[in-house]
């Protein structure tokens, strides 16, 4: 069974059929297999993210869609149209590259409208649209600078315009944002979802930042190892992963090998009522799922363990602890700003947060 | 931080070094450029007259001229053959790149000598071409402008200067940053425009540094036309060397000297100013 059926839950994207389908798609450099028979079809409209650590295979496969590398085995296909066979330069795609990738000798203004000028569009037509695309995200004002006295940040947003301006079906998006500073990543992060709504453009995202992920996509592939591992949306592959490696990628979590004996889970301290059948069972417990019960109350239904407070990690809004359970069991806890804890303290959980995951 | 005596002790051997051998000989040069020779002594008597021969007398600029239209040949030529090979060796050698960088770099180890003599015992009357030529019944009689002609110092000169002109141009080549040419296929450049936009544009210095080479080089040589040049391909290096030998009129050669000179350095001031308006960093 392949890994992009692994929950059936269905997503809903933005109007709009299949733009893009990939088939059985494999490649391998040499004896190397970099993509498994990997399958997946984005939406018209849709954000979708391959995530992935280094050596996932994500860009590998963001070449193939824009044609710098051919399929070992499979196809790609684009609305109606066979993609693979064609070369990058009739593929009704455009990328924004990792490290932008400006032309050198040519100003912003000339990097903008490189695209339109090699099909032949007219002049005029093509200065137009290209300062159009430079005010979209407000870089007209640098239209007659070199790349080379952009900042970063400005370099990728001419990139963003460059590709733009040739009204792409699809826009091929690989790490785009990997090279700058935390906060104008922030920033940059918003203006590009924004922009995705605004111009409707089907976005295909690259990234192995999980957080960022989350924060744009509508879908979420997550690659590991050249195969699929979980495409679904960020939210139903947050709250329901279907592997124990899934998880741990996305978010944090603790990671619970238990052992399923007529209607109860056991793993170390914990206990829990479960649906699953006999047998060991791994269950991915969330930090923020469990709550430190202060006093004796607790919510009806929830599982009660005690646990020693080894270490507390303040982080503004939350409070992250590191608790012992048993000899050799550590659980994360993620609860609301709270005074320094220590000691030992009834935590609670309820059974339904404990997901079942596949090793 | 160096001290100041530490610096000028550091930067007096180069200074000597370019002072004796090369800002004295010229200042001698250009000196002896306003003397004059009477009977057979030269006269340290001021005066403009061997500049006025170069512009009067039409066989200084003839030779000028032809030693300029060879070394313009022999540019075009290596150009023609140094850059497509330095193409194909940065963008599609793969792993064989290696080893034909070395041969692009071999002949260099040969002397210059052995291989001007090589040409002529291919171009020779009774050479390895006009052998071969005879043999394939392609001519009847050895032919003749292969040797001791322009045609035969454009051919060897190209032979010696085409590393000098592949050699700039594959490392420019080699810096150009591998993802422009992708980012230009994706806007949809077809790959002959990717390479009149984009790879011809930012391998121009290096072409226009081999181009210098190759011409400024031929320019001033003289052992090409000596060895395969014959009367018709006499360059203006070979007057020069024969009005300081055999005429004994230094004043003179060292005014023609002084004319190869400037034009040389004209020549290098423009493809200066020219590679960087080309560069972009």
Request: proline share 5%; charged share 15%.
């Amino acid at each position: 069974m392949s890994a992009s059926v692994a929950n059936g839950s269905h997503v809903n994207v933005a109007a709009g059929g299949t733009l893009l389908e990939v088939r059985s798609v494999a490649k391998k450099f040499g004896a190397a297999t970099v993509l498994k028979n990997i399958s997946l079809d984005i939406a018209a409209g849709e954000f979708l993210t391959l995530l992935g650590e280094s050596g996932s295979g994500k860009t590998t496969l963001l070449r193939l869609i824009a044609g710098f590398e051919a399929p070992t085995s499979g196809e790609i296909w684009m609305s109606g149209q066979r993609l693979d066979t064609l070369p990058p330069y009739r593929r009704p795609v455009n990328t924004v590259f990792q490290h932008y990738a400006l032309f050198p000798h040519m100003s912003v203004q000339e990097n903008v409208a490189y695209g339109l000028h090699v099909k032949g569009t007219a002049a005029g037509e093509a200065t137009s649209r290209a300062e159009e695309a430079l005010r979209m995200v407000k870089m007209h004002e640098f239209a007659g600078a070199r790349p080379a006295k952009l900042s970063g940040g400005q370099q990728q947003r001419v990139a963003l315009a460059r590709a733009l301006v040739n009204r792409p079906q699809l826009l091929l998006l690989d790490e785009p944002l990997s090279a700058l500073d935390a906060n104008l990543r922030k920033q940059m992060q918003s203006e590009l979802k924004s922009l995705q709504r605004e111009l409707g453009i089907t976005f295909l995202f690259v990234t192995h930042d999980q957080e960022e992920a989350m924060a744009l996509s509508d879908r979420i592939a997550l690659l590991r190892g050249g195969a699929l591992e979980q495409i679904a949306s960020p939210r139903e592959i947050y709250g329901h992963p279907a592997t124990a490696y899934a998880a741990q990628f996305i978010g944090q979590t603790n990671l619970l090998h238990a052992d399923v004996r007529g209607g109860w889970a056991v793993c170390g301290a914990l206990r829990w009522p479960t649906g699953e059948a006999d047998g060991p069972a791994i269950f991915s417990l969330r930090p923020e799922v469990i709550a430190c019960a202060r006093g004796d109350e607790a919510s009806a239904g929830a599982v009660a363990f005690r646990g020693v407070v080894r270490q507390q990690l303040f982080g503004g809004a939350n409070e992250t602890l590191e608790i012992a359970c048993g000899p050799e069991q550590i659980l994360r806890v993620r609860i609301p700003a709270a005074e320094p804890l220590s000691g030992e303290h009834t935590f609670t959980f309820f059974p339904a947060d404990a997901i079942r995951v596949r090793a | 931080m160096y001290s100041r005596a530490y610096k000028s002790l550091v930067s007096l051997p180069p200074l000597l070094w370019v002072g004796i051998f090369l800002l004295l000989p010229y200042a001698l040069m250009f000196v002896h450029s306003f003397w004059m020779v009477r009977d057979g002594f030269i006269v340290h008597h001021w005066n403009l007259d061997n500049y006025a021969a170069l512009f009067t007398k039409p066989v200084y600029l003839q030779v000028l001229l032809r030693t300029m239209r060879i070394a313009a040949s022999v540019t075009l030529c290596s150009l023609l053959l140094g850059y497509p090979l330095a193409y194909y060796l940065s963008f599609h050698a793969g792993t064989r790149k290696e080893l034909l960088y070395q041969l692009v770099i071999v002949p260099l180890w040969v002397s210059y000598l052995v291989r001007g003599y090589a040409w002529k015992t291919i171009l020779g009357s009774t050479g390895v071409l006009n052998g071969f030529l005879q043999y394939a019944h392609i001519t009847h009689a050895p032919v003749g402008f292969l040797l001791y002609s322009p045609f035969a110092v454009v051919l060897m000169l190209t032979h010696i200067y085409t590393p000098f002109v592949f050699l700039p141009i594959y490392a420019a080549l080699e810096t150009i940053p591998r993802p422009l040419l992708e980012a230009s296929q994706d806007l949809g450049a077809t790959p002959g425009k990717t390479f009149r936009r984009i790879i011809l544009p930012l391998s121009m210095p290096g072409l226009l540094a081999g181009a210098t080479f190759a011409f400024v080089l031929s320019l001033g040589d003289f052992l090409a036309p000596l060895l395969v040049g014959g009367a018709s391909g006499t360059m203006i290096a070979n007057v020069v060397q024969s009005l300081f030998g055999a005429a004994y009129d230094w004043p003179l050669g060292a005014a023609v000297s002084v004319c190869i000179l400037m034009l040389t350095l004209a020549l290098l001031f423009f493809t200066e100013t020219f590679e960087k308006r080309w560069s972009f960093k």
